[in-house]
């Protein structure tokens, strides 16, 4: 299909070889998915590209789960945002690594006692910005 240069008689006056209609016919996946990573995406500003790279795969596998799920037709996973169900599903994958964590014996008090199995995590507080005055002289 690539190699030859057959035209689509089905464009009309555009003349569209079959290779690019048959592009447009199936690009439909590509496109949901690239919306679906941008309305909440698990990617941070880097400069390597293996992170690049692991974040890509990262939002495709969480698109991918939340829409194994959606196929269910659970009744309480229907009404969670993509939001809750990424911060649900990044708790659920860093959950060993957070037991495993807890059992260390070098580990302060503290943060053994937040990373008790059941506890939830909470986001770091935002500082209040310091107001800084001149100096009057």
Known sequence: MRNDNAIDSSTGESKKPKIITF??????????????????????????????????????????ARIILLSTKTPPSQNQS????????GLQLIEDYRENRSHQAMLPQSIKEKLKPGKEMEPPNKKAKTVYKRCAK
């Not at 939001?83 to 649900?88: E, G, I, S, V």
């Open 23 to 64: 592009y447009n016919m199936t690009k439909g996946g590509v496109d949901v998915v690239n919306e679906m990573a941008a309305s909440y995406s698990t990617s941070r500003k880097t400069k390597r590209w293996p992170k690049v790279i692991f974040f890509s795969l990262l939002n495709v596998a969480a698109i991918n």
């Open 82 to 89: 993509r939001r809750a169900f990424l911060k649900h599903l």
